[in-house]
C-alpha cells in the first residue's frame, strides 16, 4: 500500500512535467520572462562591405567590453565588434542607442554626434559595462 502512492505521486509528477513542457512549446503561450528578444543585426559580412569607416573599436570578449573606457571626438564611429560565444548587445543607459543582440563574429558600428558621456551595458547580460565620453572637436565634454 505504501508503494502504491509513491507510484502514485510518480506518474502525477511525470505528467505535470510533461504538460509544462507542452504548455511552454506552444507559441502561443505568454512569455513570463521579461527577456530582450534576439535578432541578428547587422553581420561581420554585411560590415565587411559597409563603407562607414570606424574610429575606434570595442571588442566583445569573454563577457567584457574591451576597452571598457573609451574617449572619442563627436561624429567619430565606434565599432564593436562580438568575438564571444553568446549573443551580446550594445545598449545605452540612457536609450540613446541599442544594437540589438549580436551574434558571433557579428559587429555593429554606431556614429556618436553628441558630446557627452555614454555609459552602456549588454542587456543580456547586464554585468557587462562600457563607457564611451564624446568630446567636442575643442574637448570641452558637454554632460547630458
Not at 15 to 20: A, E, I, K, M
Not at 21 to 37: E, M
Not at 73 to 87: H, I, L, W
Request: with cysteine; net charge positive; aromatic share 8%.
Amino acid at each position: 500500500m505504501k508503494y502504491r502512492s509513491y507510484i502514485l505521486v510518480a506518474v502525477a509528477s511525470a505528467v505535470l512535467v510533461t504538460l509544462l513542457h507542452l504548455y511552454g512549446c506552444n507559441p502561443k503561450s505568454p512569455q513570463t520572462l521579461n527577456q530582450p528578444k534576439v535578432t541578428i543585426n547587422q553581420s561581420l559580412a554585411t560590415e565587411k562591405v559597409s563603407t562607414q569607416k570606424a574610429n575606434a573599436n570595442v571588442k566583445i570578449h569573454n563577457f567584457k567590453f574591451e576597452p571598457t573606457t573609451l574617449k572619442i571626438n563627436v561624429g567619430e564611429t565606434v565599432k564593436f565588434a562580438n568575438s564571444d560565444e553568446e549573443p551580446h548587445t550594445v545598449t545605452a543607459t540612457d536609450g540613446s542607442f541599442d544594437s540589438k543582440a549580436l551574434d558571433t563574429e557579428e559587429a555593429w558600428t554606431h556614429t556618436f554626434t553628441k558630446s557627452g558621456t555614454f555609459p552602456y551595458i549588454c542587456a543580456i547580460h547586464p554585468f557587462m559595462k562600457g563607457t564611451v565620453t564624446v568630446t567636442s572637436a575643442g574637448g570641452n565634454e558637454r554632460k547630458k
